[in-house]
């Protein structure tokens, strides 16, 4: 390298990015694509970089563009998932299909959260109102009986980013709640769908 050369050395999964027209930037220890044009800005003798953002590179080479991240509400629709097993069992044994039981538990839970994790293959078209009723009044039983609010586990989201799926930072305070629940650290960081 020569001296004044403020070009970093970039690891080789970003290499195949690093092509004319793009440019590989190191931010914290992450690295980002840019498109990078040139123009002719007046007051400048020569052509000014323009950078546009495109997207992430992960460790494993794979390219994460920008609108590539989805985040969906996790916390409140995962403990109602494991609360509501009990009345999917019992769905199941009565004939239900399990078309009929995934849309009776998302229309219930996207009352709750319209932006659920579980609801972001589903759009409920109907709600049947005497299971919907008999849900809503076991959650407010729950409420009562753990003395917590559900409603306050709303804060922890599920994101997805290319392949990645992570868990947002779960509170002692939403820890609490979701224990009192009934339902373990482990088994809530367990990523279930309907």
């Known amino acids: 390298m020569k001296k004044g050369d403020i070009r970093v050395d970039i690891p080789e999964y970003t290499k195949k990015y690093k092509v004319p027209g793009m440019a590989v930037k190191k931010v914290n220890n992450s690295y980002y694509l840019y498109s990078v044009k040139s123009s002719y800005i007046k007051g400048y003798k020569n052509p000014q970089p323009k950078y546009t953002y495109i997207g992430l590179i992960d460790t494993n080479g794979d390219l994460i563009k920008k609108n590539d991240m989805l985040v969906y509400e996790y916390g409140l629709s ?3 998932l494991y609360l509501l097993s009990g009345e999917i069992i019992y769905m199941k044994n009565n004939g239900f299909s399990d078309a009929d039981i995934a849309y009776i538990c998302m229309s ?3 009352d709750y959260s319209d932006n659920s994790y579980l609801c972001s293959n589903y759009n409920p078209a109907f709600v049947l109102e005497k299971q919907k009723v008999f849900m809503l009044e076991r959650i407010k039983d729950i409420d009562k009986k753990i003395g917590k609010s559900l409603i306050s586990l709303k804060n922890i989201y ?3 980013r290319g392949k990645t ?4 930072k779960v509170t002692p305070a939403a820890l609490n709640v979701i224990e009192s629940a ?3 650290e482990n088994e809530f960081n367990k990523i279930l769908y309907l």
């Open 165 to 168: 799926i992570n868990i947002s």
């Open 78 to 80: 995962r403990v109602m």
């Open 182 to 184: 009934g339902l373990s």
């Open 108 to 110: 219930f839970i996207i």
């Open 158 to 160: 599920l994101v997805k």
